[in-house]
């Protein structure tokens, strides 16, 4: 269901070489930021906001998209566009399966972390 | 003087380096805008949301504005608004950084101010691309400002010279005497920037100089050469200087000053209000016209170039000299009378003129009738801005209240004085010495308040001991109007035969309580005549003109002749109380 890798390689080698020393400090970064949007939209969630879950999401697929991780911000379109549907049924589904996206990417990640 | 736009201004700033304002609330997408931005060499600031960014704004002044578009506290739209307002007239090109896909969307962020949008994810190359693009424009956009604030300060100094010289215009080339009673004149308010020039100025001797010109060219250089022009018409003219004199004087200096191709159109009358004479000289002006009680008229044609043209030597000062009756008048007008047109694009032209002329039955209606023709004749077009005309009148000099302006120096002059001034064989018919001798007088404190008689007696006794005494012609000639032209003929010809013959004035200043006595003597090397006969007899004709003897005595506490007849010594005494013309 979604063509997408967990990680574009490509865009991190490019993403590292305009970084220099601090690529491991921008994928730290990013790590750090996205598992705080998670919580987020699941609070957004439970709150049944399906506006503030929408902009939550829109935030959190810019960031995937910047740091080559598609599959994920796919699955944060997903949920953008459910947001703003303003019908937030089926999200709980989506919300497990960002966090399981998020933590394959995370565990993606730590070779670069490590690199530095 | 007219600079180049200033270096420093905001132009001076687009160097490669620039100062930018990220403003995004993810900080890993703000850690990789800002690598970008860094290593393409631009200083970075960074905010976290729409409100930190207005903060960042007003404190750092970045050059160009990169805001996310959804940010907690304020959202980019509104950040982007705020800044917009501060930067004020200067450009800072703002870029959406945006993952946004509904284009109504979109267009918001444009109508809040936004230039362009950014898309994640960043390409560098585009990044780089769209700063050098803005940069650009906002480099063009200071430079217009900059260009545009530079033109205005420049015009703003200019109309401020303009009107500085307006005044500075005004003073040199003021209005004289022109509302003396028997001048009429109508001048467009933008004479003085349309080149026209209208100036009068009274004559110590009694009488006035009136000076109508037309300068070719507008604005400033017309106005330029207009300055010299009325310093010397005025300077000159009340100094005593006949009119020859002051238009050789202004020929020359036009010559001088003004570029090829600039010059002065302009007529010159010389009122001798005394006599009822009148000398016209009229260098490409169109004709002025002489209008007679009678009915018939004399046309004054312009017979020389316009001033400015020839040089000194090839300069003719020759005016036509007619007699002038009371009541009777002159009138000029510069070519926009004859040149203002109609909504037909008629000119009004010198044929409507005459018919005016024509059908004027007195010649005091004359000016109010063609001043109405013309109005009538052009109805609302606006070409009355051009017109110069002006009319002046044969009236006696006592129904005038035309002062000469007494500029005290506060300096003190000599007070007590003698000396003696001769004049021989050809300088005789070359100089007029008056304007010198006058000038010696007025340098004695307060005699300058009797100017105009002291001026009268030089001039009398002058022309008479040249022209009676040592050119022996006969004042009766001038009885008539035949007689009067061939008077001056005469004249001229047997000044150029004057030879081994002198004309020597004493003149004497002695100091009295509260005035003074100014004792003038004037000896010529002509045979001299009985006057003996005349003393009782003042009427008689030959070889003084008994004009002048009176006009001497009324002016004299006392007159005498001595020797042979070739020398006459007058006094004239004189207090700071008296200032009007003549003796009581």
Same mark, same amino acid.
């Given at each position: 269901?979604? &063509?997408? /890798?967990?990680?574009?390689? &490509?865009?991190?080698? &490019?993403?590292?070489?305009?970084?220099?020393?601090?690529?491991?400090?921008?994928?730290? /970064?990013?790590?750090?930021?996205?598992?705080?949007?998670?919580? /987020?939209?699941?609070?957004?969630f439970d709150a049944a906001d399906a506006e503030a879950f929408s902009k939550a999401a829109h935030s959190f697929k810019g960031s995937c998209i910047n740091i080559g991780a598609p599959r994920l911000g796919d699955l944060c379109l997903e949920a953008e566009q459910m947001g703003r549907s303003g019908d937030l049924t089926g999200a709980e589904d989506l919300l497990a399966s960002i966090e399981q996206e998020f933590e394959t990417v995370k565990t993606l990640l730590q070779p670069y972390l490590a690199s530095a | 003087m007219l600079s180049a736009i200033p270096p420093g201004s905001a132009v001076a700033s687009g160097s490669d380096t620039l100062k930018i304002l990220i403003a995004d609330d993810s900080d890993s997408d703000r850690l990789i805008l800002q690598a970008m931005l860094r290593k393409q060499g631009h200083e970075v600031v960074t905010a976290v949301d729409g409100m930190?960014?207005?903060?960042?704004?007003?404190?750092?002044r970045p050059q160009i504005v990169l805001l996310d578009a959804l940010m907690p506290r304020m959202d980019g739209r509104e950040a982007a608004r705020r800044i917009k307002a501060l930067a004020g007239e200067a450009l800072v090109p703002i870029i959406f950084l945006t993952s946004l896909?509904?284009?109504?969307?979109? !267009?918001?962020?444009?109508?809040?101010?936004?230039?362009?949008?950014?898309?994640?994810?960043?390409?560098? +190359?585009? *990044?780089?691309?769209?700063?050098?693009?803005?940069?650009?424009?906002r480099m063009m956009h200071a430079t217009v400002q900059a260009q545009r604030d530079h033109i205005r300060e420049r015009n703003e100094q200019l109309l401020l010279e303009q009107k500085t010289a307006r005044r500075v215009f005004e003073n040199v080339a003021h209005r004289g005497c022109l509302e003396a009673g028997n001048i009429r004149y109508l001048m467009s308010p933008l004479s003085i920037f349309n080149g026209d020039v209208l100036f009068a100025c009274p004559k110590p001797s009694g009488g006035m100089h009136i000076f109508l010109g037309d300068f070719t060219g507008h604005?400033?250089?017309?106005?330029?050469?207009?300055?010299?022009?009325?310093?010397?018409?005025?300077?000159?003219?009340?100094?005593?200087?006949? *009119?020859?004199?002051?238009?050789?004087?202004?020929?020359?200096?036009?010559?001088r000053i003004l570029p090829?191709?600039?010059?002065?159109?302009?007529?010159?009358i010389d009122m001798n209000l005394q006599l009822q004479e009148v000398e016209v000289w009229n260098g490409g002006l169109p004709a002025g016209y002489l209008i007679r009680t009678d009915g018939s008229r004399v046309r004054l044609v312009s017979d020389h170039l316009p001033l400015g043209v020839l040089p000194a030597e090839r300069f003719s000062p020759?005016?036509?000299?007619?007699?002038?009756?009371?009541?009777?008048?002159?009138?000029?007008?510069?070519?926009? *009378?004859?040149?203002?047109?109609?909504?037909?694009?008629?000119?009004?032209?010198?044929?409507?003129?005459?018919?005016?002329?024509?059908?004027?039955?007195?010649?005091?209606?004359?000016?109010?009738?063609?001043?109405? !023709?013309?109005?009538r004749f052009t109805g609302s077009v606006e070409s009355r801005d051009d017109i110069s005309l002006v009319e002046v009148a044969m009236v006696p000099e006592k129904m005038l209240d035309v002062h000469q302006s007494v500029i005290s120096t506060g300096l003190t002059g000599p007070?007590?004085?003698?000396?003696?001034?001769?004049?021989?064989?050809?300088?005789?018919?070359?100089?007029?010495?008056?304007?010198?001798?006058?000038? *010696?007088?007025?340098? !004695?404190?307060?005699?300058?308040?009797?100017?105009?008689? +002291?001026?009268?007696?030089?001039?009398?006794?002058?022309?008479?001991?040249?022209?009676?005494?040592?050119?022996?012609?006969?004042?009766?000639?001038?009885?008539? !109007?035949?007689?009067?032209?061939?008077?001056?003929?005469?004249?001229?010809?047997?000044?150029?035969?004057?030879g081994n013959h002198f004309i020597r004035f004493e003149l004497e200043h002695i100091s009295q309580e509260n005035g003074g006595r100014l004792l003038i003597a004037c000896e010529d090397s002509g045979p001299g005549f009985d006057y003996t006969h005349q003393e009782e007899c003042p009427q008689a004709s030959a070889p003084y003109g008994g004009r002048g003897i009176m006009l001497l005595r009324q002016l004299c506490d006392s007159v005498v002749y001595c020797g042979s007849g070739n020398r006459i010594e007058a006094a004239f005494e004189w207090s700071f109380q008296q200032r009007s013309m003549g003796k009581h």
């Open positions: 269901m979604n &063509e997408h /890798t967990h990680l574009d390689d &490509e865009a991190l080698a &490019e993403l590292r070489e305009v970084m220099d020393d601090d690529f491991s400090i921008l994928i730290s /970064t990013f790590i750090d930021d996205s598992a705080e949007r998670v919580s /987020t939209l699941k609070k957004r | 930190d960014a207005v903060e960042r704004f007003r404190a750092e896909s509904d284009a109504e969307e979109l !267009a918001d962020c444009l109508a809040a101010g936004g230039d362009d949008f950014l898309s994640k994810p960043y390409n560098r +190359i585009i *990044i780089e691309a769209k700063i050098n693009a803005f940069n650009r424009m604005g400033l250089p017309a106005a330029i050469g207009a300055m010299p022009l009325a310093e010397i018409f005025y300077g000159m003219t009340s100094k005593g200087f006949p *009119i020859a004199d002051v238009l050789r004087e202004i020929n020359q200096k036009l010559k090829t191709g600039m010059f002065c159109c302009g007529a010159m020759e005016c036509v000299r007619y007699t002038l009756l009371r009541d009777e008048r002159v009138l000029f007008c510069s070519d926009g *009378i004859l040149e203002a047109t109609n909504g037909n694009e008629e000119m009004f032209g010198e044929a409507r003129l005459l018919e005016v002329l024509d059908n004027c039955d007195s010649p005091d209606k004359v000016f109010d009738e063609l001043t109405l !023709a013309v109005r007070s007590d004085w003698r000396c003696a001034y001769e004049l021989r064989d050809e300088t005789l018919s070359t100089f007029n010495p008056l304007p010198l001798l006058l000038h *010696i007088c007025m340098e !004695a404190p307060g005699l300058r308040l009797c100017s105009g008689q +002291i001026y009268t007696i030089l001039a009398e006794m002058f022309s008479n001991a040249l022209e009676h005494g040592i050119l022996r012609l006969s004042s009766t000639l001038k009885g008539s !109007a035949s007689g009067f032209s061939r008077y001056y003929e005469e004249r001229e010809r047997r000044l150029k035969q004057v």
